[in-house]
């Protein structure tokens, strides 16, 4: 046998070290599909060679667990139990062996065997375990390192000889050899901990230089023996390793601790100068946050060294930071995969020294994650400010106290200092300062210690942070958005990690705020929807229509969560979908056809309660409800909606236009929470979208004053007259935008008058007017239009709509007879009079609302206005306001469009809430700037 210490591959040679943990080897079925990954790899690289290092047998229950169950059980002189897991054991790996046929009987008869005669050696350790009532350390080594043993021996049986077949195939010349890593990996015995540096020379307890000579000389030895076995000696030599175990300078087996097959394999990766290690697990990769908690987490297809230590130290479960230590230490440095094996196709993530935060800087934070079961202990005092000494004090205690600190923040007062710990330490942590300073708390120069628990702290990781600006800003305004309280905060100097103390309620909604703030995932909006016409089942329609282009565009996931339908009746019906529905589109009339009805509730008060509980979750910041009624009974829960902090966009106007009471609720509900207060968005209770509300509100900021405003507010009666009465120049008018402008659908005959009843007749058709149209002639409609004007004028403290309408001219007015074909009989010989007179004086009736803002004076007339004049030539169903101001005296600013029915109404809903989103997050192009002019937007 060849003793030399250097190893037989020459320096071509090129190694891959392969990883399966528990999962991917839990059962006949995963051995197969780890051994068909180890053969796809070779197929990719015919000239490596490869090193495959198994954990022990995963699934339910878990080969490690159990072996360390049955020294748990020795102890306790339960060998009862002890021989039932031993059963156990053996049947999962026997069950095993029987599945995997391409094993020879006699092959399986072996293995079988070697495993039966570790399980007699387990026995008898136990049996000393049990008769001395003692579980030490190093025995639960020993016995919890076995299953490593067995599975390894199984893979490399497996694919031994499923490489022997396409030898036999195709002439290929490799081999697979089972090796006990404890003959390799030998870790320093005065080392407790094997993840700590000895003072040897060794990295992680790791001895290098020792383990370097046992592998020449265990491959050298191996090579050998296969030589000697086979005449024709394959090329290649393979290895299926153990993981996890590992032996001590004294030659004692031992084990790397947690996570020890992860370590195995970047030790062997080192050793064998590897060019890639690959771990294979049952996730995708590193992901940008837990799953279970942010739904849009993604796999992170780049990481470097120093975001997955961040990331494995605040809770990450896909790697141990101690993994990466013998990648880093090599040279060059070796790349680590994470895999998934049951989805092998995908690439997962590769962890080396650049990463894509450094690239992409609008995703300058590659990931976040949370450290769970954390207390805040906070210590407060004025005796404590320029006081030298305090903090060693502080954390000498602590130290002493085998207290471990997290998370440390101070104000530059030194007034306070808090720090973060484990719950299970706070008050062992707290009993140890008090004893510390009882001289400060006996004299008030220390007035508190307290304890805030159970908390949570929130972690953005990314080496793109550095030197970029607005990171922090963003990160504590999707915070701040979120309505999270920020308990404490910490950000080290590389400006890889910025770390924040929340409540643990809190923290799940939190996570997704943030993750969502830097694109790693949609903005969730929770919408509910409230019905009672055509107008809230368009808007339902559209915005599942719309959705994968909000999404796209906006990085917003709009999911429609619940629709509250009131019939005639005043009955409620409340339909609830799953969080992540696409079955919006169904939902019609009837409510009932495709959709899952939840909740069927009468009209008791409690189904608002009902609709509102459902869609708040504590988990999404953003909720949504909007109003698609005219009903009273709706108006009166904008109040507690945005109370319950969700943001209502309305088309109902009867709120702002109700009782003194109610507007003072609504103004109360706006602000109760100062800038944090939900929001209630009116734009289209006026003019259907038109930007009505917004031009005041924009004239009054930039310093102009409004002195009047008049318009055309009705789109019914704005059809209405000017069906009966067209400009003289309307059909000119029609004809020419017909000619430039062929896909108008526009008809000549509008700019034919009709009579009053089929103009009526057409508006009722076309959608326009109210579900009763005695509210548009008689001009309420108009009046609580005027209503919500006068509170954006702040001239409403003496109105309401009665006090309008008694100073106004209705259609109805003066009508005898109460049947609806004698007010349309009395309307029609009125207005064919007006018009008649009208047109001798060059003039046409129109429907315009005036509000004098010197005066107070608000009204509704039928006016006579010129053929020329704004009013006049208004195209049917549009509406138009004008603005005299002191900056617009002599001609007036105009705003004037169309408003034409649900699809227009529906649409402007959109536009507001996609206003205010947008607001909150952002836009989907923003890139944060490494300049110094801050957080710009390219």
């Known amino acids: 046998m060849t003793t030399t210490s250097e190893p037989s591959w020459d320096s071509e040679t090129v190694w891959e070290v392969h990883k399966f943990g528990g999962t991917s080897v839990a059962n006949a079925e995963c051995f197969l599909r780890a051994a068909s990954i180890v053969e796809e790899q070779q197929q990719l690289s015919p000239d490596i060679q490869i090193c495959v290092v198994v954990s022990a047998m995963g699934g339910k229950p878990k080969v490690t667990d159990l072996l360390l ?3 748990d059980a020795a102890s306790k002189r339960r060998l009862d139990d002890v021989d039932v897991t031993m059963n156990l054991i053996m049947e999962k790996h026997a069950k095993c062996l029987d599945g995997l046929e391409v094993i020879p009987e006699i092959e399986k008869s072996r293995l079988k065997g070697i495993i039966s005669k570790d399980i007699n050696d387990i026995r008898d350790i136990l049996k000393t ?25 199984i893979l490399a049986s497996l694919l031994d000889h499923r490489a022997a ?14 090796l006990d890593a404890r003959r390799v990996i030998v870790v320093d015995d005065q080392d407790e901990s094997p993840s700590t540096s000895s003072e040897k020379g060794s990295s992680g307890g790791v001895l290098w230089n020792v383990c370097r000579k046992n592998l020449a000389a265990v ?14 000696y394959p090329t290649k030599v393979n290895f299926v390793a153990t993981g996890y175990v590992a032996s001590s300078s004294n030659g004692v087996a031992t084990t790397l601790g947690r996570d020890g097959s992860d370590y195995s394999a970047a030790i062997f990766g080192r050793l064998f100068q590897s060019r890639v290690i690959t771990i294979w697990t049952d996730v995708d990769g590193v992901l940008s946050a837990d799953p279970r908690r942010v739904p849009n987490a993604h796999v992170i297809p780049d990481v470097s060294f120093n975001e997955a230590m961040e990331l494995a130290y605040f809770g990450a479960k896909v790697i141990h930071p101690k993994t990466m230590t013998p990648s880093i230490m090599e040279q060059p440095q070796i790349p680590i995969y994470i895999r998934n094996t049951f989805n092998s196709a995908f690439r997962g993530s590769r962890i080396f020294t650049s990463s894509t935060t450094t690239t992409d800087r609008d995703k300058c934070v590659c990931g976040f994650s949370t450290v769970e079961d954390i207390s805040l202990i906070n210590v407060e005092g004025s005796g404590m400010v320029g006081v030298p000494g305090v903090a060693k004090r502080l954390f000498g205690t602590l130290e002493s106290s085998g207290v471990n600190v997290v998370l440390i923040a101070q104000a530059s007062s030194e007034h306070s200092i808090t720090f973060a710990t484990m719950t299970s330490k706070a008050s062992l942590a707290k009993e140890a300062v008090e004893e510390e300073f009882a001289k400060e708390l006996r004299l008030k120069y220390i007035s508190a210690i307290d304890i805030i628990s ?18 922090s800003g963003r990160f504590f305004s999707a915070l701040g958005d979120a309505k999270i309280n920020i308990m404490a905060m910490a950000q080290g100097c590389s400006e890889r990690n910025i770390s924040a103390v929340v409540l643990t309620s809190e923290s799940t909604r939190a996570l997704r705020a943030v993750h969502a703030a830097f694109r790693l995932s949609q903005t969730v909006v929770r919408v509910g929807v409230v019905i009672s016409n055509e107008l809230g089942v368009a808007l339902v329609d559209l915005l599942e229509k719309q959705r994968k282009k909000i999404q796209m565009t906006y990085d917003i996931d709009i999911q429609v969560c619940a629709v509250m339908s009131l019939s005639q009746s005043k009955e409620a019906q409340l339909v609830t979908l799953n969080e992540m529905s696409n079955d919006i589109v169904s939902i019609n009339n009837s409510m009932l056809e495709k959709v899952t009805v939840q909740q069927n509730i009468g009209s008791a008060k409690s189904h608002f309660d009902s609709f509102s509980q459902f869609l708040v979750s504590e988990d999404v910041a953003h909720t949504i409800i909007f109003d698609c009624t005219a009903e009273k009974n709706v108006s009166k829960e904008h109040p507690k909606w945005l109370e319950e902090g969700i943001d209502v966009i309305t088309a109902n106007n009867t709120g702002l236009s109700g009782s003194t009471e109610l507007r003072a609720k609504i103004d109360y509900a706006e602000k109760c929470d100062g800038k944090l207060s939900a929001h209630y968005l009116r734009e289209v209770t006026i003019g259907g979208g038109l930007p009505v509300i917004s031009t005041i509100r924009n004239l009054l900021i930039s ?11 009705s789109v019914s009666l704005s059809y209405i007259m000017y069906r009966i009465a067209p400009p003289a120049s309307a059909v000119a008018c029609f004809v020419f935008d017909d000619e430039v402008n062929t896909t108008m659908s526009t008809s000549t005959n509008l700019g034919i008058p009709c009579s009053f009843s089929q103009a009526v007749k057409e508006a009722i058709e076309l959608g326009l007017m109210e579900s009763d149209p005695f509210k548009d002639l008689s001009n309420e409609y108009t009046a609580r239009c005027l209503m919500v004007l006068a509170k954006e004028l702040d001239v409403d403290q003496n109105l309401d709509v009665s006090s309008i309408l008694s100073n106004s001219v209705s259609l109805v007015d003066n009508i005898s007879g109460n049947s609806y074909e004698e007010m349309m009989t009395h309307i029609e010989r009125v207005m064919t009079e007006r018009v008649a007179k009208a047109e001798k004086n060059g003039c046409v009736p129109r429907h315009v609302s005036t509000i004098d803002v010197s005066t107070g004076d608000v009204s509704i007339k039928v006016s006579d206005v010129p053929n020329s004049h704004p009013f006049a030539t208004t195209p049917p169903s549009c509406e138009c306001v004008r603005f005299f101001t002191e900056h617009h005296k002599r001609y007036p600013l105009i705003v004037q469009g169309p408003s034409e029915g649900v699809d227009c109404t529906s649409s402007a809903l959109l536009a507001e809430m996609l206003h205010l989103m947008h607001g909150k997050v952002g836009v989907r192009t923003g890139n944060l700037s490494r300049s110094a002019s801050g957080a710009a937007f390219k």
């Open 165 to 178: 077949n396409r030898c036999a195939e195709e002439g290929c010349r490799s081999k697979f050899q089972f």
């Open 703 to 713: 310093g102009d004053h409004i002195r009047k405003v008049d318009g055309i507010l």
């Open 219 to 232: 491959y050298n030895e191996e090579l050998n023996a296969v030589r000697t076995a086979v005449n024709d």
């Open 454 to 471: 159970p908390c949570s702290i929130i972690a953005a990781v990314g080496d793109g942070m550095g030197h970029t600006t607005g990171v």
């Open 129 to 153: 375990v049990s008769l001395m009532k003692w579980k030490a350390g190093r025995i639960s080594e020993l016995v919890g390192g076995y299953g490593e043993l067995w599975s390894s021996r």
């Open 69 to 71: 169950g049955t020294v």
